[in-house]
């Protein structure tokens, strides 16, 4: 019998999965998170699209404010019927150049200037978005780092309840189901290994793709997120959001260049000016000069500047409601996002002065309490898989206050 119980310890040694913290996570760099983001204002592809379309915004403006195009013209005139041209009658050249009618350049270099500041907007609200996205995936990096950190400290705990079991087994203090369930607890803790490298390497992933690198390329780990303080107040924080709100200050732009298009439109009813110079080469008699003005009717087609006008006056009015719209939104984002962050930053100080701690002592008082049969192996167990979900929950509110963080700085237009 005793042989027997000695084979089943041994066995029992053997199968133990090697679940043990790879050594070289000791000597892996910290990963700054001030670092990442200046590699991505400076490499991410969304951001340097953004930028290259408000550049090609802003060339539209001399384009909008220049004159057309100067034409020359070489023509034959009184051309013999065998089509001789060397036998004309004369030769006309000409130049004409056409002249918009006053203040219509000055409204369409006006236009495309509020385009370009609308792209410039547009180029602000995408590198706020990316950098919102590169620190939320940073912070998911953390905490895939910090659920890895945490199982192996389980490891360690599981295997130390493990050599306790078969202490108390070797002496006939228990039963072999002590054995079996720590085995249990270590195939239970072996197959979550598994899903844990792989939100690491999701979370790896998606932080490269943000620093435009190789999805596989290798990461620092990140270091703890401090715990945020917000010092101003939600009034404070809405006011500033509707003020810098990137997607509220486009709106804004996107009224005044509704306003402008329908100065330009009602501008169209006035004609251009076509002015034209020709010097006649007279072949047969002494040479002459010619000039004309020619002014096109828009009158003629005033159903088609009416459409236009009420085109221009209703893209103002979508204006005008895209911009309360964007008001409402954000009002209601910030407090959302106000309230989760005060929410989360007390979960974490509740965990850090008490639920953690408390986790800590109900877990000596069980092992103390399995030494001395005071509770059985189950209430061991259970209190370890609390403290894991405590240490789990912790980490994770942590995470969830910077990444609320994030999102509130994204809509307020600044770091806090």
Same mark, same amino acid.
């Given at each position: 019998?005793?042989?027997?119980?000695?084979?089943?310890?041994?066995?029992?040694?053997?199968?133990?999965?090697?679940?043990a913290a790879p050594a070289a996570i000791e000597s892996t760099p910290t990963l700054v998170l001030e670092d990442i983001l200046r590699e991505v204002?400076?490499?991410?592809?969304?951001? #340097?699209?953004?930028?290259?379309?408000?550049?090609?915004?802003?060339?539209?403006?001399? &384009?909008? %404010?220049?004159?057309?195009?100067?034409?020359?013209?070489?023509?034959?005139?009184?051309?013999?019927?065998?089509?001789?041209? !060397?036998?004309?009658?004369?030769?006309?050249?000409?130049?004409?150049?056409?002249?918009?009618?006053? !203040?219509?350049?000055a409204l369409r270099g006006g236009v495309a200037g509020l385009e370009r500041t609308m792209a410039g907007e547009e180029a602000r609200g995408v590198r706020l978005k990316i950098i919102r996205e590169t620190k939320q995936?940073?912070?998911?990096?953390?905490?895939?780092?910090?659920?890895?950190?945490?199982? %192996? *400290?389980?490891?360690?705990?599981?295997?130390?309840?493990?050599?306790?079991? @078969?202490?108390?087994?070797?002496?006939?203090?228990?039963? /072999?189901?002590?054995?079996?369930?720590?085995?249990?607890?270590?195939?239970?803790?072996?197959?979550?290994?598994?899903?844990?490298?792989?939100?690491?390497?999701?979370?790896?992933?998606?932080?490269?793709?943000?620093?435009?690198?190789?999805?596989?390329?290798?990461?620092?780990?990140?270091? =703890?997120? =401090?715990?945020?303080?917000?010092?101003?107040?939600?009034?404070?924080?809405?006011? *500033?959001?509707?003020?810098?709100?990137?997607?509220?200050?486009?709106?804004?732009?996107?009224?005044?260049?509704?306003?402008? #298009?329908?100065?330009?439109? @009602?501008?169209?009813?006035?004609?251009?000016?076509?002015? *034209?110079?020709?010097?006649?080469?007279?072949?047969?008699?002494?040479?002459?000069?010619?000039?004309?003005?020619?002014?096109?009717?828009?009158?003629?087609?005033?159903?088609?500047?009416?459409?236009?006008?009420?085109?221009?006056?209703?893209?103002?009015?979508?204006? &005008?409601?895209?911009?309360?719209?964007?008001?409402?939104?954000?009002?209601?984002? =910030?407090?959302?996002? +106000?309230?989760?962050? /005060?929410?989360?930053?007390?979960?974490?100080?509740?965990? /850090?002065?008490?639920?953690?701690?408390?986790?800590? /002592?109900?877990?000596?008082?069980?092992?103390?309490?399995?030494?001395?049969?005071?509770?059985?192996?189950?209430?061991?167990?259970?209190?370890?898989?609390?403290?894991?979900?405590?240490?789990?929950?912790?980490?994770?509110?942590?995470?969830?206050?910077?990444?609320?963080?994030?999102?509130? *700085?994204?809509?307020?237009?600044?770091? +806090?």
């Amino acid at each position: 019998m005793k042989r027997l119980l000695l084979l089943f310890i041994f066995f029992f040694n053997a199968i133990e999965p090697s679940t043990a913290a790879p050594a070289a996570i000791e000597s892996t760099p910290t990963l700054v998170l001030e670092d990442i983001l200046r590699e991505v204002a400076d490499k991410n592809p969304e951001i #340097l699209a953004a930028e290259k379309r408000e550049r090609a915004a802003e060339e539209r403006i001399p &384009q909008a %404010h220049a004159f057309d195009d100067p034409q020359i013209g070489v023509m034959q005139w009184s051309i013999p019927s065998n089509f001789n041209l !060397g036998k004309a009658d004369e030769t006309w050249y000409t130049l004409s150049q056409s002249f918009p009618f006053f !203040g219509k350049r000055a409204l369409r270099g006006g236009v495309a200037g509020l385009e370009r500041t609308m792209a410039g907007e547009e180029a602000r609200g995408v590198r706020l978005k990316i950098i919102r996205e590169t620190k939320q995936a940073y912070y998911d990096l953390f905490f895939a780092h910090k659920a890895s950190d945490v199982h %192996h *400290e389980q490891v360690d705990l599981a295997r130390r309840f493990s050599a306790i079991a @078969r202490e108390k087994f070797a002496a006939g203090a228990v039963g /072999q189901q002590d054995l079996i369930r720590a085995q249990v607890e270590f195939l239970n803790l072996s197959n979550a290994l598994v899903t844990l490298e792989q939100e690491r390497e999701t979370a790896e992933a998606r932080l490269n793709t943000l620093l435009n690198r190789p999805a596989a390329s290798p990461l620092g780990v990140p270091a =703890v997120p =401090v715990v945020p303080f917000l010092e101003a107040s939600l009034e404070v924080l809405q006011l *500033e959001a509707e003020e810098t709100r990137p997607e509220n200050r486009m709106q804004i732009l996107a009224i005044r260049r509704g306003e402008e #298009l329908v100065k330009l439109t @009602r501008r169209d009813f006035y004609p251009d000016v076509m002015a *034209e110079v020709a010097y006649w080469d007279v072949h047969d008699g002494p040479n002459r000069w010619m000039a004309s003005i020619k002014i096109n009717l828009p009158w003629i087609n005033k159903k088609k500047y009416d459409a236009r006008i009420r085109e221009n006056e209703a893209e103002r009015s979508r204006a &005008q409601a895209a911009y309360q719209a964007a008001i409402n939104e954000t009002q209601f984002h =910030v407090k959302e996002l +106000f309230a989760k962050v /005060q929410t989360n930053r007390r979960l974490v100080k509740l965990y /850090q002065e008490g639920i953690l701690p408390l986790s800590e /002592q109900a877990l000596e008082a069980a092992t103390v309490g399995y030494q001395t049969k005071k509770n059985d192996f189950l209430t061991l167990i259970e209190v370890q898989r609390n403290l894991k979900e405590t240490e789990l929950a912790y980490f994770r509110s942590l995470v969830d206050v910077n990444k609320n963080l994030a999102e509130l *700085e994204e809509l307020v237009g600044r770091a +806090f």
